[in-house]
């Protein structure tokens, strides 16, 4: 899920876009000595992925529940509330932003820009990618990265090897370093395996995953914004990881040709 955000100002089918931008900062990155000494547990990572998604949802506009976006959304993903394992809780984040994150507690935040140019199917796959890193615990490496950044710890600092409780101001930067997290090629690879066995596995159309990042790919073409970059960044090779999934497809005997690829000209969130 990696670097998740990104500001977009590109092609007539996304200038229309509305909304505010979702509020971060930049990160000083710490190095860390007391990281090695440092019991972290999957509490500890569900605790303080909570903290981080209810900073967020507080300093970004969140859209209610009659909102059309949060209707489409939970139309889609209300069955999924409880996914292999795992209790998940879902909303929308209307910011100009393109993008989807779920972190180590189950929260899942779909960002109103990634909707306006997603179908149904290719938001069922986005975010069953980001679901993929949760089960896989990829999460709970951003967190813990994301929480030694904020509370700035070192060798001196990090005597015990408990979790600390962090202030309101450390909270929002772990949350923002949090959304500055990578992950490994091979942890983005499998989370593309486990977006495809959930798509399969729900009857869902697998060629959704193809083109969802067949769109990507067509969105980085000539972007120049720091911002959209980000999303790039965290889901590297869209068009390679794209033909990956047509292969995968063709073996299973599930692929259809679903034709030139190209971005919407108007929302598809109505």
Known sequence: MKRIVLSICLLGAVHAFQGQKISLGKITDVASKGAKVLTFTNEDAVKLSKESVEWMDKNNPVAG?????????????????????????????????INAFACADGSVRVFSSLMDIMTDDELLAVIGHEIGHVKNQDTKDAIKSAYLKAAALDAASSASSAV???NDSQIGKMANAFMDASHSKKQESEADVYSYDFMKTNKYNVVAEYTAFKKLALLSEGSTQSGFQKMFNSHPDSEKRAQNIKKRAEKDGLWKDPGTVTLPTTKLTK
């Open 65 to 97: 529940p009659k909102d059309p976006y949060t209707i489409r959304l939970n139309k889609l993903f209300g069955k999924h509330k409880s996914q292999d394992g795992l209790n998940l809780n879902y909303k929308v984040y209307k910011v100009k932003d």
């Open 164 to 166: 600390a409780t962090l």
